[in-house]
C-alpha cells in the first residue's frame, strides 16, 4: 500500500482557524450541542502488515484527529465534546466496532478522521437518520485545513454550484463519459436519486465528506459498461504508466496495468470468483461530479474526487445512495478531463463545463 504524504504539523495553531470555521460554516454548531470526534488506529493485524509509512499515515491522522477535538473544545464552551479513538476496521465500508455507534448515539455533530471509510456503512447511515450531522473524512491529510486548501473553499458557492448540477442531472436518463487517455462508459441513472454534497451539513441529510463538493448518482445496477482509463498518479496505487477497469453488465471485469496496481485492487475484488463480498465489491456504484475549487491534490481520493474539471466512478457499496447493492466496501476511480454526455447534451468538454 502507498501511503499518502500527511506531513503533520508541528503546531495545531496552524490549522486552528480553519478547524473553527469548520464547525462554524460547514456544521452552522449551536450552543450545546454534543460534538464527537471519531478516528481509528491500526490494531496488532495492521501493525503486522502494513507498511512502516502507511502505520506513520494512520498514526498522524489520528493525532490530527486529536488536535480537531482540542480545538473545538477549546473554542467553543458551550458544547459537549468527546474524543473517542477505536481500532481500525481495515477496510473502507466495512462497520465500526460497537464503541462508535454508542458515540454515535450520544452526538449532534460527528466528525469522523479515519483512514478507513465509514461513509457507506450502515452505523453512519443510521445515525444520519436520527439527526446526527457527520462529516466522514477517511484519508483526511492535514493541508486539506491549511489556506488555500480544499476545506478552506468558499462553501456556500460549493453548495450553489452541486445543487445546479444536481437539478440538472434530475431528468437525465443515459450518462456517457471519455477522455483523451482513452476512457469510454456509459450507464443509466433514469429514476435514480440525484445528490448533491454541499459541504453544508444539515440534520437527516445523507452522507457527506469533508472536504465536500460533488454531484452524482448511482447507476443502475448491470447498466454499465466500457472502460475506465487512469493516468499515472490518479490513484494511490498507480506511480507509474496507466491503469485500465473493463466494465461489462455494471460490474468490474478485468485490470489491466502496473503490477501493483491490478494486485492491490485484486486484493479486494479477486475478479473472477463469483464469492461475497467479492462479486458486491466489483459492482459499478456512483457517478460523481466534482465541484470544489480549491481540490487539488490527485493523491488523496477523498479530495481528487472534489476537483472540479474532473468526475469518479465508485464501486462496491450503492445502498445508501439509492442503489440495490449493499457490500461492505466502497471506493472511487478519478477520471481526469472527461467529456461528459447527458442524454443528447454535452454537459462537459475536456473537463469544463458547458451546460451551466
Request: aromatic letters at 8%.
Amino acid at each position: 500500500m502507498q501511503a499518502e504524504k500527511n506531513n503533520l504539523a508541528a503546531d495545531p495553531n496552524q490549522i486552528r482557524k480553519a478547524v473553527v470555521k469548520m464547525f462554524e460554516v460547514n456544521f452552522s454548531i449551536q450552543p450545546a450541542e454534543r460534538v464527537v470526534v471519531l478516528t481509528d488506529f491500526p490494531d496488532g493485524n495492521l501493525l503486522r502488515n502494513l507498511q512502516a509509512a502507511d502505520v506513520e499515515a494512520q498514526l498522524q491522522r489520528s493525532m490530527l484527529a486529536r488536535w480537531v477535538y482540542e480545538i473545538g473544545n477549546a473554542a467553543f464552551t458551550q458544547n459537549n465534546f468527546k474524543f473517542l479513538p477505536f481500532p481500525a476496521t481495515g477496510l473502507n465500508g466495512k462497520e465500526p466496532p460497537g464503541e462508535v455507534i454508542e458515540g454515535l448515539n450520544d452526538a449532534d455533530i460527528a466528525v469522523a478522521i479515519t483512514s478507513y471509510s465509514l461513509t457507506h456503512t450502515k452505523t453512519r447511515n443510521d445515525a444520519t437518520d436520527r439527526g446526527v450531522r457527520i462529516a466522514s473524512m477517511p484519508g483526511f491529510l492535514v493541508d486539506m485545513f491549511y489556506p488555500g486548501g480544499a476545506m478552506d473553499a468558499d462553501y456556500r458557492l460549493i453548495a450553489k454550484r452541486s445543487l445546479d448540477i444536481q437539478k440538472i442531472l434530475e431528468p437525465v436518463s443515459q450518462v456517457k463519459i471519455s477522455n483523451p487517455t482513452g476512457t469510454y462508459l456509459e450507464f443509466i441513472v433514469k429514476d435514480r436519486k440525484k445528490f448533491a454534497e454541499t459541504g453544508l451539513i444539515e440534520k437527516f441529510a445523507k452522507p457527506c465528506n469533508l472536504p465536500a463538493g460533488e454531484a452524482g448518482c448511482s447507476p443502475l445496477e448491470g447498466s454499465a459498461r466500457g472502460k475506465i482509463v487512469l493516468e499515472k498518479g490518479w490513484h494511490k496505487y498507480l506511480l507509474d504508466g496507466r491503469g485500465t477497469i473493463e466494465i461489462e453488465d455494471g460490474v468490474i471485469k478485468s485490470l489491466h496495468g502496473p503490477g501493483t496496481f491490478v494486485n492491490e485492487i485484486d486484493r479486494i475484488l479477486k475478479i473472477g470468483t463469483d464469492d461475497q463480498p467479492y462479486k458486491s465489491r466489483r459492482n459499478i456504484a456512483e457517478f460523481g461530479i466534482g465541484t470544489n475549487p480549491n481540490a487539488r491534490r490527485i493523491d488523496s481520493t477523498l479530495e481528487a474526487e472534489k476537483i472540479m474539471g474532473t468526475i469518479h466512478i465508485g464501486y462496491g457499496n450503492n445502498f445508501f445512495m439509492g442503489g440495490k447493492v449493499n457490500a461492505d466496501f466502497h471506493s472511487d476511480f478519478i477520471v481526469n478531463a472527461p467529456t461528459v454526455w447527458f442524454d443528447e447534451e454535452l454537459f462537459m468538454n475536456a473537463g469544463d463545463f458547458v451546460s451551466q
